[in-house]
């Protein structure tokens, strides 16, 4: 069996003494090396498939080359692709990603960061937070992913809700809709609010009043089926901009059980772009945010924090992309 590569292997093939290497495959010294440099010996390395060897690294520093990641819901689509990324950055550092689901229980996130924390990890990457407040004290490094607070005092990495927003209400106006109706997310999420908002001034800025809002208790299928029953009890719409795409799946059930068709009856859109929503029937219209690059730009900023506890928090927002499909038509004759 071959042996495993070493710091030497990856020196001599970049061709720079071992105490370099060592340097630039640890992200709290790697500015000490030049970024040529580090780019030569990050390569040689993945070339060779070194890794470093995390449990020296912990005795020496006495923290860990682990990262929490924290998501609120395993089954939701939109978290795999996220965690990859988070995976594929902090690999590239030497770094692992031990994963935790809280199902959306405050008491269960609380049980699990505890846990967590017990083991010295480096830092943490939260897709769980509220808008208020971060679950952990100001002496742990913490980034959050597709969520921020309102402070903006934790680093954080989201996709540009606002502009997605806006694309959906213009799209839908432009189909000759103007009875829209939003089911939003839930009011103490950073997304849910601000998506809400948007909605909101998409229709001010053209005129419009909106047919209807109805805020969910979680982003599920669930809260969507319950939350479209409520709304078109009280009111009528040709359209309706759910807060994601969780939401906008349970809105699909609810008009069926309505024996209302979507999009003849009823347009329906969604929002993040989850995996296989092109397969549901009819393939839903809805706004693509970068997943992929969302989980590796929160890594990349975690490695910066830990590297540099007292930089300041940076608050990254992404662009994302209108994904027109066949769950939106336009307004029936009759309705207009």
Not at 154 to 176: E, F, K, T, Y
Not at 283 to 303: K, M
């Amino acid at each position: 069996m071959d042996k495993p590569a070493t710091i030497k292997d990856v020196a001599e093939m970049a061709r720079v003494h071992a105490a370099t290497a060592s340097r630039a495959l640890n992200p709290q010294t790697r500015d000490k090396v030049s970024p040529r440099t580090a780019a030569r010996i990050v390569e040689a390395a993945r070339a060779l498939g070194y890794s470093p060897n995390s449990a020296a690294r912990s005795l020496r520093t006495r923290t860990s080359s682990v990262v929490g990641v924290v998501i609120p819901d395993l089954r939701n689509p939109v978290f795999p692709p996220i965690v990859r990324g988070v995976e594929d950055a902090l690999r590239e550092a030497g770094y692992l990603a031990l994963l935790g689901n809280t199902d959306g229980d405050a008491a269960r996130e609380r049980d699990l960061l505890a846990t967590m924390r017990g083991q010295q990890l480096a830092g943490f990457i939260l897709a769980t937070s509220k808008r208020d407040s971060v679950p952990l004290g100001p002496d742990v490094s913490v980034v959050l992913v597709n969520r921020r607070t309102d402070a903006g005092d934790v680093p954080s990495v989201v996709a540009d809700s606002s502009a997605g927003v806006h694309a959906l209400v213009n799209l839908l106006i432009a189909r000759g809709h103007t009875r829209i109706a939003h089911l939003a997310g839930p009011q103490d999420t950073s997304t849910g609010v601000e998506r809400r908002r948007a909605f909101l001034d998409g229709l001010a800025t053209r005129g419009l009043a909106p047919a209807g809002v109805e805020v969910c208790d979680a982003y599920s299928e669930q809260a969507g089926f319950d939350a479209t029953h409520k709304l078109l009890a009280a009111t009528s719409a040709t359209a309706i901009v759910a807060g994601n795409d969780m939401i906008a799946l349970g809105c699909y059930g609810a008009l069926a059980e309505l024996g209302l068709r979507c999009p003849e009856d009823v347009s329906v859109t969604g929002f993040n772009d989850m995996p296989f929503v092109d397969k549901q029937r009819p393939a839903l219209t809805t706004v693509r945010i970068p997943h992929y690059d969302i989980g590796y730009e929160a890594a990349r900023l975690l490695l910066e924090r830990i590297a540099t506890p007292s930089s300041p928090p940076k608050r990254l927002v992404l662009p994302v992309e209108l994904i027109e499909r066949n769950s939106v038509a336009r307004v029936p004759l009759s309705d207009t």
